[in-house]
């Protein structure tokens, strides 16, 4: 069983940024493909970001390119979402999940959830 616990949200002007964590509770960290979602109220969990295992390929949803960077650090079990020129459509609460699959992009590819953290951008 893989634990991950997501951290860094908040609120933020539109235009700035944020630096989401996932922390995973496994020792084989560096053997799972790791993916950010973001579920806006009222709506379904969508995907934003994949990393696979060693770093070396990342995947971004079309409206997040050039703004937001996924990365890794093996070492520490953790996974960041460093998200700039946020807007305020992306109000959303964030999760990060743990899967097989390299860069993943349907919630049914991973196997492990975090309970989410919430970004707000205010207009």
């Known amino acids: 069983q893989v634990q991950l616990v997501e951290s860094g949200g908040g609120l933020v002007p539109a235009g700035g940024s944020l630096r989401l964590s996932c922390t995973a509770s496994?020792?084989?960290?560096?053997?799972?493909?790791m993916g950010w979602f973001h579920q806006a109220p009222g709506k379904e969990r969508e995907f934003v970001a994949a990393?696979?295992?060693?770093?070396?390929?990342?995947l971004y949803a079309d409206s997040v390119k050039g703004r937001f960077s996924i990365s890794r650090v093996n070492a520490k079990n953790t996974v960041y979402l460093q998200m700039n020129n946020l807007k305020p459509e992306e109000t959303a609460v964030y999760y990060c999940?743990?899967?097989?699959?390299?860069?993943?992009?349907?919630?049914?590819?991973?196997?492990?959830w975090g309970q989410g953290t919430q970004v707000t951008v205010s207009s």
């Open positions: 999940a743990a899967g097989r699959k390299p860069v993943a992009t349907r919630e049914y590819e991973y196997d492990y």
């Open positions: 496994t020792r084989t960290f560096g053997t799972y493909a």
């Open positions: 990393i696979t295992w060693s770093g070396g390929n990342t």
